[in-house]
């Protein structure tokens, strides 16, 4: 039996214009169509006033991850330890359950304002990973690191695969897995994206993102988190809880948010799935 993981069920990316669309949910949590949020801890680390309240109203009430923007583990620069001390203080303060990064670098010398690529290079590989351990080290609780989608691979000398399960084993971290990156990825590069996600540590995936993207064209996907999951992401949603079990599935939207009939209706084919399959646990850490 696989351990345990972090958050259960069915999650919902909170985000600012959803405040006052979900708000009638903190009267009846029990009755919510999702189970755990997830926020950037980057944009509300610096709230404070009627937001900061109407944000303490939601991790009152339900279980909380943490989704981070800038931490940059791949970048050339030292790593932000005065972003990870407030980060660290926001887990703490909120009793937030896990945080998350991407496995992308975001700055050089200042921020790029985007998630660029990491080279999968050997090299790479032992630098990533000594920087994940010493986040790890310093938050002093595992973290989730979330492959990302790329579009180009500049000085590649492994596989995405290769490159992300040899980062995921030699800083011994979890993995946050993301169907719809995986099928971008598919598409934008040419491999299957089910033999992708088979070939993933399923014993490290502390839960899973679902998302919608932008069609730039036949072969060209954007991973934008601006519209709603299609069909081929959710057979592939499917294919994870095949290979892993029912993973906790969080599903993102970043903006053209729907109304509360559309975005619950999404969340709650989410949890039709997961109840099809058999449930796993993960590792706390």
């Not at 926001?90 to 998630?115: A, Q, V």
């Amino acid at each position: 039996m696989k351990p345990e993981t972090p958050v259960s069920g069915v999650g919902l990316g909170l985000r600012r214009a959803l405040m006052g669309p979900l708000s009638p949910t903190l009267d009846s949590p029990q009755s919510a169509p999702f189970d755990f949020m997830e926020v950037a801890p980057e944009n509300w680390i610096p709230m404070g006033g009627r937001l900061a309240k109407q944000f303490r109203a939601f991790t009152e009430q339900f279980p909380f991850v943490t989704h981070g923007l800038s931490l940059s583990l791949g970048g050339p620069e030292p790593l932000d330890f005065e972003l990870l001390k407030s980060v660290k203080g926001f887990l703490k303060e909120h009793n937030i359950r896990r945080y998350t990064e991407h496995l992308s670098y975001c700055s050089d010398h200042g921020h790029l304002y985007d998630l660029m690529p990491i080279p999968f290079t050997e090299e790479a590989v032992h630098y990533v990973a000594d920087r994940v351990r010493q986040v790890q080290d310093f938050l002093e609780q595992p973290i989730g690191i979330e492959h990302v989608s790329y579009y180009a691979a500049p000085g590649a000398e492994m596989s995405e695969i290769e490159f992300v399960n040899a980062v995921l084993e030699e800083a011994d971290c979890e993995l946050l897995l993301d169907v719809n990156n995986a099928y971008v990825n598919s598409i934008n590069h040419g491999y299957d994206p089910r033999d992708f996600i088979s070939a993933l540590p399923g014993e490290r995936i502390c839960y899973v993102h679902i998302a919608g993207h932008f069609d730039e064209a036949e072969d060209l996907k954007v991973d934008t988190h601006g519209s709603a999951v299609i069909d081929p992401v959710w057979a592939l949603l499917e294919h994870a809880y095949r290979e892993f079990g029912a993973i906790p599935t969080l599903l993102e939207r970043d903006f053209n948010f729907p109304g509360n009939e559309e975005l619950f209706s999404e969340l709650q084919k989410i949890g039709r799935y997961q109840h099809q399959q058999p449930s796993t646990t993960r590792k706390l850490g």
